[in-house]
């Protein structure tokens, strides 16, 4: 899963800076996104995230309903 972190992210085997996108295994992305250290990048549902890609269709979606 590709996620952009939000925050850097180090462990004894990498490091992930923050505003970087990376590509990981879906349950650390998962954890990562839940927890407000990662925004998702693509479809995915997890309760309570929304990724940017939603928000900028919601976005569109209002701004040519209202004319």
Same mark, same amino acid.
């Given at each position: 899963?590709?996620?952009?972190?939000?925050?850097?992210?180090? !462990? =004894? %085997?990498? %490091?992930? &800076?923050?505003?970087?996108?990376?590509?990981?295994? !879906?349950?650390?992305?998962?954890?990562?996104?839940?927890?407000?250290?990662? &925004? =998702?990048?693509?479809? &995915?549902?997890?309760?309570? %995230?929304?990724?940017?890609?939603?928000?900028?269709?919601?976005?569109?979606?209002?701004?040519?309903?209202?004319?």
């Amino acid at each position: 899963m590709r996620v952009r972190m939000k925050t850097t992210s180090a !462990d =004894p %085997v990498s %490091v992930r &800076l923050a505003g970087k996108e990376y590509e990981m295994e !879906d349950g650390e992305a998962r954890m990562l996104i839940r927890y407000g250290y990662a &925004l =998702p990048l693509g479809s &995915l549902h997890i309760k309570g %995230v929304e990724s940017r890609e939603s928000k900028n269709a919601r976005s569109a979606t209002r701004r040519t309903s209202k004319s």
